[in-house]
């Protein structure tokens, strides 16, 4: 399973490229989408577009995940993310991928086990998930790491559900509502635990079949 993280900008855009191995992670390719600051609005926009664009053809992930909306943020900030959003959103549509979206403190929650979890941290726990040599960078291409791995876990979980869509969908209403609490548990603990909660639960009655990396050798950034 290939997957598409994307940290979506109007002046930088993080990307990151995961593939699913059995239950190995694989970082194919990460980076950031950097325009010239210097260019007019609809310029800017149309060069992320297109970059953008490219990179989903180029490696043609299944899905694509990509952070939502933060309701925190100010009215002017909220509104560049949402134009950058609606890029991402108009090119992976275009490119006929699936959309999920994730809100950071639940793409926190699910990689470092904790909502509140800092930059260092996303980046560092996505070296060690991923078995990069060095934490990826910058931190943009970091994030959209992260949200790629939280969308893997997710349909990870699903699968082990037997092929339930509301337990997934449960799941990640409990990593939100516990999103803003500090924890000290390690990402692996946290999804053990969600994974083995996944595996004791009953057989859904309608018997719907379950949906079902290697260390990264060559791995390219932007």
């Known amino acids: 399973m ?11 855009v993080g990307f990151g490229v995961v593939d699913r191995v059995g239950a190995r992670l694989r970082a194919v390719e990460f980076g950031a989408i950097r325009v010239d600051t210097t260019a ?31 309701s925190g943020k100010s009215p002017r ?17 275009l490119c006929d991928v ?7 403190t639940v793409v ?14 996303v980046q560092e726990l996505v070296r060690v998930l991923l078995g990069l ?15 790629a791995i939280c969308h893997v876990h997710r349909r990870r979980i699903d699968a082990t559900a037997n092929g339930d869509p509301a337990h997934g ?7 939100r509502a516990s999103a803003d609490a500090e924890s000290t548990a390690a990402p692996a603990v946290a999804l053990a635990e969600m994974i083995a909660a ?25």
């Open 2 to 12: 290939r997957v598409m993280g994307i940290d979506p900008g109007t002046r930088v």
């Open 198 to 222: 996944a595996k004791n639960r009953p057989r859904p009655r309608s018997n719907a079949p379950g949906s079902s990396a290697s260390r990264a050798s060559s791995v390219r950034t932007r």
């Open 108 to 121: 926190k929650k699910a990689v470092v086990g904790t909502g509140r979890g800092t930059k260092k941290q």
């Open 40 to 70: 007019t609005t609809p310029a800017r926009y149309r060069q992320i577009f297109e970059r953008l664009s490219a990179t989903i053809e180029t490696h043609r992930p299944r899905e694509i995940a990509i952070e939502s909306i933060f």
């Open 133 to 147: 040599d060095e934490p990826p960078r910058p931190y943009d291409a970091a994030d959209a790491l992260a949200i």
């Open 169 to 175: 969908t449960a799941v990640l209403d409990r990593l």
């Open 77 to 93: 900030s909220a509104i560049k993310i949402g134009e950058g959003r609606g890029l991402a959103l108009l090119a992976a549509g």
């Open 98 to 104: 699936p959309v999920s979206e994730y809100e950071a």
